[in-house]
């Protein structure tokens, strides 16, 4: 490399110059080939400490979540027109992130797979280093690596990379004459004129290929043909012709696409492309959401509630002074709203997690739980069995005089919860400090384009965690179309969906939202066997428009 591309590094973390001030510095990121979680561990590290993102939109959202709130974005225009490709595109990058780099500031020059294999990179790469701006190079797995292991077609013995924008006939005659597994890097439109170009350099028509676009993504989809047929199959798909601009697109062709029927792992997870309406507040999804992705979903997370304050504080600041004055033995939590407003009152007072020691903690579930965790405790009381009010009262122990010296239980919940509990540890013989820690009041409606989805069948799934989400989602958003699976978390869920005229579709077989998802992943599973054995193809749920709306039962 350059000399002038070596940067050392200021206790600050910010690189610096030949006579260690500081300086600015620019690190070219392969970004991979779309999926999030391709990102390298040193790319997320040299993410945290950008002050400038420079990409274009589809890999400025795969790399924006690791940087900084309050990084900086840019995206090469010219005359305000955004450049994603070509001389211009370039040129305008590398203007781009010197200046920004002249004036001290830490750019990321995020690359879609990998800038050592990007032309345009290189440009960009030698443009800095003779204008003397230190960089570094932060490789990204490269599309043409990454789409046909997530396509389920492995690469091994004798394999040639082709760019079919850039091949010469030269260079078609010499992979066309060869047994290599090729991997060429096309577009949609011109794929058949790719597999062409083999055909009349050598190679067999019935060689199987396989054409994937949006790989690594949850729009992933792969074709598989033959050299001859690749044209008819893409037309008899109805993947073209296609309004939209060039699709970039990975095909492979080779002895490897042979086991994709085996080795498909990613577009046969259960819930593959899913699109997944999740109608919880934004901090109670987010556990919900990782899972669904695991299952191959695209979560969309609505809220349905918005949670505020008690109208009167004084009965919840009352009750913290008690913590700390040792007025109760026990507190229980029965959701992650009550955590969250028992921590903010915490730190209201300047107070945290010891101000729990000698108390004992109960939690309802694994959700809240973890949210005490985060808080520094560790609950010494979870429900054995079902996690819900009822679960922890069956474990609760009932009050001793002889082993407890305080007979009081402080129990911050919603305004709406139900009397389960208190009424509960009132039989067990414990006092109850019932205290508003929070209101929940109906969310305001989602975007006009969300509403449509819903009511139109644009969601594959709709997950209800309770009543209340059934309630406000219908009225926020409008009932869910017939063709949406319906998932609910227990019987009282099921019957309020029901009661809304929903068919319901899956039932969790525990209250929790984990087995919720599950319970959906699992359902999915059962569809696509289903599917299968019939002899049809594998489609979601919002792919099917039957004539007439489905009758609840």
């Known amino acids: 490399m350059n000399p ?13 110059g030949p006579a260690g001030t500081a300086s600015g510095h620019v690190t070219f990121l392969g970004a991979g080939p779309g999926d999030p979680g391709l990102l390298t561990l040193r790319a997320v590290e040299a993410l945290a400490l950008a002050d400038l993102l420079v990409a274009d939109a589809p890999v400025l959202d795969v790399v924006r979540t690791h940087a900084r709130a309050d990084v900086g974005t840019a995206q090469p225009t010219a005359d305000g027109e955004p450049l ?8 305008a990058a590398a203007q781009l992130v010197m200046a920004s780099a002249r004036t001290g500031k830490r750019v990321v020059r995020a690359i879609s797979g990998d800038p050592g294999l990007d032309a ?70 011109t794929v058949a004129a790719a597999a062409a170009e083999l055909i009349t350099a050598g190679r067999k028509p019935d060689s199987r290929l396989t054409v994937t676009v949006a790989g690594t993504t949850t729009r992933q989809r792969t074709w598989t043909a033959t050299l001859s047929s690749i044209a008819a199959e893409l037309k008899a798909t109805k993947a073209l012709p296609t309004p939209e601009g060039p699709i970039a697109a990975i095909a492979v062709v080779g002895e490897g696409t042979e086991q994709r029927e085996h080795l498909s792992w990613f577009e046969t997870k259960p819930l593959f492309g899913w699109r997944v309406l999740v109608p919880r507040t934004k901090e109670q999804a987010a556990s919900l959401s990782d899972q669904l992705r695991s299952y191959g979903a695209v979560p969309h997370e609505v ?3 918005a949670v505020e304050p008690p109208r ?21 939590f029965t959701s992650v709203n009550a955590v969250k407003a028992v921590r903010e009152k915490f730190e209201e007072y300047g107070l945290d997690a010891r101000a729990f020691a000698g108390i004992k903690v109960a939690a ?45 239980v402080f129990l911050p919940r919603a305004d709406i919860a139900t009397e389960t509990l208190v009424a509960g540890l009132v039989e067990l013989g414990w006092e109850v400090d019932d205290v508003t820690a929070y209101r929940t009041v109906r969310a305001s409606p989602p975007p006009a384009d969300t509403r449509e989805a819903i009511k139109g069948g644009g969601f594959d799934a709709v997950l209800f965690t309770s009543s209340s989400t059934v309630r406000n989602l219908v009225g926020i958003a ?32 525990e209250p929790s939202v984990l087995a919720l998802a599950q319970a959906l992943a699992d359902f999915g599973t059962a569809r696509r066997a ?24």
């Open 4 to 16: 002038a591309a070596v940067a050392t590094t200021t206790a600050a973390g910010a690189p610096a």
């Open 84 to 91: 994603e490709t070509g001389a211009d595109a370039s040129t």
């Open 120 to 189: 345009s990179a290189a440009a960009e790469m030698l443009a800095c280093a003779r204008a003397g701006i230190p960089f570094e190079v932060v490789p990204g797995v490269a599309a043409a690596v990454g789409v046909p292991a997530y396509a389920g077609v492995p690469l091994s013995g004798d394999v040639r990379f082709v760019d079919a924008a850039t091949a010469s006939e030269r260079c078609w005659s010499e992979v066309g004459a060869s047994s290599a597994t090729l991997v060429v890097s096309t577009t949609l439109q």
């Open 303 to 305: 809220p349905t509630i």
């Open 312 to 332: 009167t504080p004084q009965q919840m600041e009352r009750a913290v002074k008690g913590l700390v004055t040792g007025r109760y033995e026990w507190i229980a």
């Open 364 to 408: 309802v579930g694994e959700q809240t739980a973890q949210a005490l965790v985060e808080f520094g405790v560790k609950p010494d009381l979870m429900p054995s069995g079902e996690q819900s009010a009822a679960g922890l009262l069956e474990d609760w122990p009932p009050y001793d005089p002889v082993f407890d010296p305080i007979d009081r």
């Open 478 to 509: 409008g009932k869910p179309h017939n063709v949406t699976v319906i998932a609910c978390i227990g019987p009282a869920t099921a019957k309020t969906a029901e009661e809304h005229g929903l068919r319901v579709d899956v039932m969790a077989p």
């Open 530 to 553: 289903a599917a299968e054995e019939a002899g049809d193809p594998v489609t979601r749920p919002s792919e099917r428009r039957p004539g007439a709306r489905r009758r609840r039962v």
